[in-house]
């Protein structure tokens, strides 16, 4: 393993699931592989951890999941986003660029 | 927040759809995972391997998930419980010990809280707004003493009613025993006289019929109406509705039943149920036909109910000044008595309940101690449980650390541990009901007077006290234990095993045992001090003799008696008596111990001013046979004579007290004195007889003297006569065949009843024998928790120390020395406990004293008792596992783990 993979901050997962989310519904799994691939395996997500976050975002209303096929048609279950999860992708978005900037900004300047 | 609660009721009612279906979506996961690493080449085997590491552990992610969807409380909480219930199934002998102790401690305090509840707290049924509703209590200063006094006359009443402007509602109320029915069939009952203003404060409507109006009860006389009460319409009229209309004799005048009051309707009364209610004005005029004109009848309660807006203070300021131009208005027709200022008149407004008021007696204090004391047996059955609990989380260390490792949190292990205790206190709470209900019978029968005090499972005050103290219970039995027990390095626990490497005391056990046995202390010294002052009180001579004496009370009903004929009936209820079998003697009186008593005022002697000042005389006359029936008996002299009759020469009897009163250091034989005024003749003292006691137990005490019955007749006329009939055995045998064979004499209405003289002193002395049954019931309670604990703490250091006892008898230990060892740690527990109890109780002992009958709190004999009793438990409790330790045998301890 390599050494400049990173531990995920406090709260950034249901961020990243909610993005991984907005193209479209997907499963557990796929979410996983997902976020692995984009991140260039730099994140370090332990794909249990998945679950618990994706049960809690349910519970929240910002996803809602359904059983359906998979590709390789089994049984699955499909997470999708719902309208208040958009709005709250939006916000969050928004949030972490201002954050990220903000902590940029004192990193060169300071 | 819809989604969510809809997510969340899911979770709860769906609990087992939900778990599959995280399980397969868990299962979907590990299989897609898996077929990446086999298309990348691994083999099966390896490829799912792979795929279970960098999922992670199983049942915590599956535990989290279920923690994110919410409902986890309730949930996990039924998962605990099922799991705490099979460990308790796996052990029911320590399961059984806890729930026993738990039962007898919270059924304690149970059945306790019903008695106190009542006495202090619970307001009559059916009242609205208790909390406006007041007593009122008049104040004043008489005799250089501030009085306070809650009976009234009714035309102090209808002051009040007239002159306050701080109430929406007054009423007027007492209660008498009074005949109700007629003929054989009358019985003395409670009876309560109320205004009809009374049943505005409740809020319940009659069970059938009507309460009476105001227009029914209206001065000079109220209409002759009658309101039954709900029991005695069930008892006596089976409930019919039929009985609206009928007439029923109470006392001395017929009424027409109108209404029954709804069930458990007694109006403000705290004694029996009442089983009639009557215009206060038809009882009132059938009695005196002046009550409403003047204030020399003091007879009967006023209850208030404060309007809204007006604070106690100012409810009390208005009746004060009522109260003081009421005052005012009495002096007008009685010139003689001090003004309002002078003695300071006030009045004020109390709660409703008696004992809560200004005269508080020994029972609502002795109850009190005695909760306190429920109290305190709780906490130790806490200590011990908590002992109990405490030694089982040591044991349980391997498997605790265990599924820390295994990655469950400590916050769920704590919970699972206090879901534990809380069954083990739930299971406790039920049988403490049990024993409340059960036990509880016999305390109510013992203090309460109202006969109709409802049960504990169906009254719903007690049912959440004992909720309540159940949940407390668990939290103290609990919550130390469990920390306890997550609390250390799992790898050291893990490696350790079963033995630790030395035995180690722990501090809290020890801590709970010393509280436990000091408590007991307490609690059996209390016992002690009870018992001997019960035995005080019992051994106490009241100057008669109590078991062998029937009072008999002729009433007389709807027939007016010449002085002749009363005395005739009189004369004859004697012979009766004495004819019947198994009487030994009858004398008339004219005055009877704690029941009624004659005061002439103090006698006057020559050459002695002021007797008054001395106390209370009390009058009492009686028959030749009087001091041979009462068992009274006499000092010197004579007692009273058939030769003392109205034309001979008048003579007295002194008792002891009052001789040295008079006159101290001379003989009282032959001297003279008289009584009622000074121009009455004067009377010779031929005896002086032991001293005797019918106002109170204790105290100073009492002068009384004693005119033969002729004489006194003959001076004083009419009486309204009792009589003493001495039995040969216990009264309570003869009660009924006296009443039954006296009956046919009486003229009319009239009627007779016979009670046992005890039943007018028990009453008395109830609150010292409640004190000692109750002390004694749980000082012995707590002796028996004493010892579980202490046997439990040795048995399990026993336990602990295998190895090391092990060791020692290898190295050559004796017997004697294991066994002096550790009993020597018990008895060492005990006699801290010994001691710091003893501080405890001399300490506290000053609130006792005053509910003691002359019993000193520091009683080195009962300390000495207590100590022995502790010891000798201590001793017992640990031989046991004491004998146990010497049979160790070293070759298996040493090689054991």
Redesign the interface.
């Known amino acids: 393993m390599s050494n400049d993979r990173l531990d995920l901050p406090q709260g950034t997962l249901d961020l990243l699931i909610l993005k991984s989310l907005s193209l479209g519904a997907q499963?557990?799994?796929a979410i996983?592989?997902r976020l692995h691939q984009v991140s260039r395996a730099t994140l370090q997500i332990?794909?249990?951890?998945l679950?618990?976050?994706l049960?809690?975002l349910?519970?929240?209303?910002w996803i809602r999941a359904e059983?359906g096929a998979?590709e390789n048609n089994?049984?699955?279950?499909f997470y999708e986003l719902t309208r208040t999860g958009r709005k709250q992708l939006e916000t969050e978005t928004a949030a972490w660029d201002k954050l990220t900037s903000a902590v940029a900004l004192v990193l060169r300047m300071a | 927040m819809l989604s969510d609660l809809r997510f969340r009721l899911r979770a709860l009612f769906d609990r087992s759809r939900m778990e599959r279906e995280l399980d397969d979506e868990l299962r979907f996961h590990l299989e897609r995972e898996t077929e990446k690493h086999m298309r990348a080449g691994l083999p099966h085997a390896e490829a799912e391997r792979l795929a279970q590491v960098t999922f992670g552990g199983m049942s915590r992610i599956k535990d989290d998930t279920r923690d994110s969807r919410g409902v986890i409380g309730i949930e996990v909480f039924q998962q605990d419980l099922r799991y705490a219930w099979r460990g308790l199934r796996s052990r029911p002998g320590f399961a059984i010990a806890v729930v026993l102790t738990l039962g007898l401690g919270i059924g304690a305090n149970t059945a306790m809280f019903g008695i106190v509840d009542r006495l202090l707290f619970r307001p009559p049924a059916h009242l609205s707004t208790p909390d406006r509703v007041h007593r009122v209590f008049a104040r004043y200063v008489w005799d250089g003493k501030e009085r306070a006094e809650g009976s009234f006359a009714y035309t102090r009443f209808l002051d009040f009613s007239r002159l306050t402007r701080s109430f929406d509602r007054i009423a007027a109320a007492t209660t008498r025993r009074l005949p109700v029915g007629s003929g054989a069939e009358a019985r003395e009952m409670n009876v309560a006289p109320v205004s009809a203003t009374l049943f505005d404060f409740f809020d319940a409507r009659p069970a059938l019929g009507r309460y009476f109006a105001p227009d029914e009860d209206r001065t000079p006389a109220g209409a002759p109406v009658a309101v039954l009460g709900y029991g005695f319409w069930q008892s006596r009229y089976g409930g019919r509705a039929d009985v609206l209309g009928k007439s029923l004799h109470v006392g001395d005048a017929v009424y027409t039943i109108v209404g029954v009051a709804p069930e458990g309707f007694v109006g403000v009364t705290e004694e029996a149920a009442p089983a009639v209610f009557l215009p206060i004005t038809a009882f009132a005029s059938s009695r005196n036909r002046t009550y409403f004109q003047n204030y020399s009848w003091t007879w009967h309660d006023v209850v208030a109910r404060r309007k809204p807006d007006a604070s106690v203070a100012e409810a009390s300021r208005d009746l004060s000044a009522a109260f003081a131009q009421s005052w005012e208005l009495e002096r007008q027709l009685e010139p003689s008595l001090p003004s309002a200022a002078k003695v300071n008149a006030r009045a004020e407004a109390m709660p409703v309940l008696q004992s809560r008021g200004p005269e508080v007696g020994r029972d609502a204090k002795v109850v009190t101690w005695v909760m306190g004391v429920a109290f305190i047996v709780l906490l130790v059955a806490c200590a011990n449980v908590a002992n109990l609990l405490l030694a089982r989380a040591v044991s349980r260390r391997r498997e605790i650390a265990l599924r820390l490792a295994l990655g469950v949190t400590r916050r769920r292990l704590l919970q699972q541990l206090l879901t534990e205790s809380l069954l083990l206190a739930a299971l406790g709470g039920i049988a403490g009901l049990a024993a409340a209900q059960w036990g509880g019978q016999a305390l109510r029968a013992l203090f309460l007077r109202t006969e109709d005090a409802s049960a504990v499972m169906t009254d719903g005050r007690t049912l959440a006290f004992a909720a309540l103290i159940t949940l407390a219970v668990a939290l103290l039995t609990g919550l130390a234990p469990a920390i306890h027990g997550i609390r250390g390095d799992v790898a050291d626990s893990l490696k350790s095993g079963r033995r630790e490497g030395t035995y180690r005391r722990s501090r809290l056990r020890s801590s709970l045992l010393l509280f436990q046995s000091a408590f007991s202390v307490v609690l059996l010294i209390g016992a002690g001090l009870f018992v001997r002052s019960l035995a005080n009180v019992r051994a106490l001579r009241l100057g008669y003799d109590l078991e062998p004496l029937v009072y008999v009370e002729a009433k007389p009903r709807g027939v007016n008696l010449s002085v002749a004929q009363a005395n005739a009936l009189a004369e004859r209820i004697i012979e009766v008596a004495e004819a019947t079998p198994g009487i030994r003697s009858a004398s008339l009186a004219i005055s009877v111990p704690f029941y009624s008593s004659e005061g002439r005022g103090a006698p006057f002697v020559p050459g002695r001013d002021s007797l008054h000042k001395l106390g209370r005389f009390t009058l009492q006359a009686g028959s030749a046979k009087y001091f041979q029936t009462l068992g009274t008996r006499i000092m010197r002299g004579r007692g009273i004579s058939d030769a003392d009759h109205a034309t001979s020469a008048p003579v007295i009897v002194i008792n002891e007290a009052m001789a040295n009163a008079i006159w101290p250091g001379e003989d009282a034989l032959g001297k003279q004195m008289r009584i009622g005024s000074d121009t009455n003749p004067y009377m010779t003292v031929v005896g002086v007889v032991e001293n005797m006691r019918g106002r109170q137990l204790t105290g100073d005490a009492e002068f009384w003297y004693y005119l033969p019955i002729k004489q006194y007749l003959a001076r004083f006329g009419s009486l309204y006569p009792y009589a003493f009939v001495r039995v040969s055995g216990r009264a309570e045998d003869y009660v009924e065949t006296l009443r039954r064979r006296l009956q046919p004499l009486m003229p009319g209405e009239s009627y007779v009843s016979a009670v046992p003289m005890r039943s007018l002193v028990s009453p008395r002395q109830r609150s010292w024998e409640f004190g000692a049954t109750m002390f004694v019931a749980f000082g012995a309670l707590a002796l028996v928790l004493a010892a579980i604990g202490l046997y439990s703490v040795i048995a399990y250091a026993v336990a602990q120390r295998t190895h090391e006892l092990g060791v020692r008898i290898a190295l050559g230990a004796g017997l004697a020395d294991v066994i002096r060892m550790i009993v020597g740690q018990g008895v060492a527990f005990a006699a801290a406990g010994v001691a710091i109890g003893s501080v405890i109780a001399l300490w506290a002992g000053k609130w006792v004293e005053p509910l003691l009958f002359s019993q000193k709190v520091r009683d080195p004999l009962i300390y000495l008792a207590v100590a022995v009793a502790l010891l000798i438990v201590a001793l017992v409790a640990t031989l046991r596992p004491a004998l146990r330790a010497t049979r160790v045998d070293p070759t298996v301890a040493l090689r054991a783990d």
């Not at chain 1, 332990?46 to 951890?49: A, M």
């Not at chain 1, 349910?58 to 209303?61: A, I, L, P, T």
């Not at chain 1, 089994?74 to 279950?77: C, L, M, S, V, Y």
């Open positions: 499963h557990g799994w996983s592989e332990p794909q249990g951890s679950y618990p976050a049960h809690r349910e519970r929240q209303g059983w998979s089994r049984r699955a279950r």
